[in-house]
């Protein structure tokens, strides 16, 4: 497709979304504006964008597609702002937000305008912010659920999957009350589940400072999400808020039967709610990226000698195999070193193992 899209926001999801469409579309135009003018200098430099905008009005005058992703809140604002200005009358308005409901409602302004609002959420995402966390690779896979009302016409819908198509995502379309009821339960309360523990986690270790050392696999597993930016999960929480309290009061119910579980001693009964949670777990279509993110990450154990990162980085790089990420672990700092090598597909990380494999005795894993 041709035509000139305009992507406000040009984080994690602007980014990812703007590399996806100059995949697909050679000839397309991105255009892009962020209110951190430093996101839009890296997002040019990086090549994400063609051209940066000075502000919304510019870049959207003449834009075939508007594509907002900032944080909910603002979307909101934008969405207000954009209703104020002179677009193209065929522009299709479409937005990332992790929330509908309220998004959806105040797009009845750019409707009023004869501008056709289509909300859009790609279930897909990480813990990284910012456009130098973007990939074209994201979205591969992943749900990408479209909200349009009812009077949008098909012949839009179809022409926005069009301009999406290079994310290679599942589109789904769904109803803005219903979008915010399932993915309140699937991510937004997941998240503050996440954010408690670390908090919890936190307190307790004012007064045994051996806590944050000992925090190993499993702590860091269902604490990943926490490290997510505090802005969109402040914005995402306030617009879903009837959802999610109500999930709190299940919770707590939920913990409240854990409790009994615990006081009662019943073996039988706690072995069967770890079961049941398994069963259901291991169900979960694991192998299909983007319903569960996936981290390429390659666990090497590394024996503790000065330069032992830059050799293996070394003959990975002779290799040619690119890195997205590399940590050290400090858990097992006593014994060995474990570095964390992070990988942008399961081939790389694959050809990674091989490859140190062949140059070293390091033991490696996939860290399960
Ligand atoms: N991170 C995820 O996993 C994920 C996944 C799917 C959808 N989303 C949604 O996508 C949206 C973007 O998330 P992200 O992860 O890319 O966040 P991000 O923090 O990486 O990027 C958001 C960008 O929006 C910019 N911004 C904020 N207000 C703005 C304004 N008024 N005008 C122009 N730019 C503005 C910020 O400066 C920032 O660069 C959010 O609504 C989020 O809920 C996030
Ligand atoms: O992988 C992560 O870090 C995410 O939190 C991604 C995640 C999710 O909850 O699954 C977060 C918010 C989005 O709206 C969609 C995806």
């Known amino acids: 497709m041709n035509g000139r899209v305009f992507v406000i926001g040009l984080g994690l999801i602007g980014g990812s979304l703007a590399l996806c469409i100059k995949k697909a579309h050679k000839e397309a135009a991105i255009i892009g504006f962020d209110i951190n003018r430093e996101q839009a200098r890296l997002a040019k430099m990086l090549g994400v964008i063609d051209e940066a905008a000075e502000n919304i009005p510019e870049g959207a005058k003449d834009a075939d597609l508007i594509i907002i992703s900032a944080p909910v809140n603002d979307t909101k604002s934008i969405i207000q702002a954009l209703s104020k200005l002179t677009l193209k009358p065929e522009v299709i308005v479409t937005d990332t937000g992790s929330t509908k409901g309220t998004i959806v409602e105040t797009a009845d302004s750019l409707k009023k305008e004869g501008i056709t609002f ?3 959420h790609p279930m897909a995402g990480s813990h990284k912010s910012g456009v130098s966390a973007a990939k074209e690779i994201l979205f591969e896979n992943a749900f990408y659920l479209l909200t349009p009302d009812e009077g949008a016409a098909p012949s839009k819908v179809e022409e926005l999957k069009g301009w999406l198509s290079g994310t290679n995502a599942k589109f789904l379309t769904i109803a803005p009350q219903n979008h915010d009821y399932l993915t309140g339960i699937v991510s937004h309360f997941p998240h503050i589940i996440a954010a408690s523990i670390v908090r919890q986690t936190e307190k307790l270790s004012a007064t045994e400072q051996l806590i944050p050392r000992l925090a190993a696999g499993g702590f860091r597993d269902i604490t990943r999400i926490a490290s997510s930016s505090p802005k969109m999960w402040k914005d995402i929480l306030l617009h879903n808020r009837e959802v999610l309290i109500d999930l709190l009061n299940q919770w707590q119910k939920e913990m409240n039967g854990v409790k009994e579980l615990l006081e009662s001693g019943n073996g039988e009964e706690i072995f069967d709610y770890f079961s ?3 069963q259901f ?12 993110p996936s981290f390429y990450d390659l666990y090497v154990d590394v ?8 050799e293996i980085t070394g003959y990975l790089a002779q290799e040619k195999i690119s890195i997205t990420n590399i940590r050290i672990l400090e858990t097992r700092e006593d014994i060995n070193g474990v570095l964390v090598i992070s990988f942008q597909t399961e081939e790389d990380r694959q050809r990674a193992e091989k490859c140190i494999l062949s140059y070293t005795s390091f033991g490696t894993s996939n860290g399960s």
Do not use: F, H, N
């Not at 777990?281 to 569960?292: F, M, S, T, W, Y």
């Not at 024996?303 to 830059?310: A, C, E, F, I, L």
């Open 281 to 292: 777990r291991d169900g979960l279509p694991q192998k299909e990226k983007g319903a569960i």
């Open 276 to 278: 049941q949670a398994k």
């Open 118 to 120: 289509i909300g859009g």
């Open 303 to 310: 024996p503790d000698y000065p330069g032992v990162v830059s």
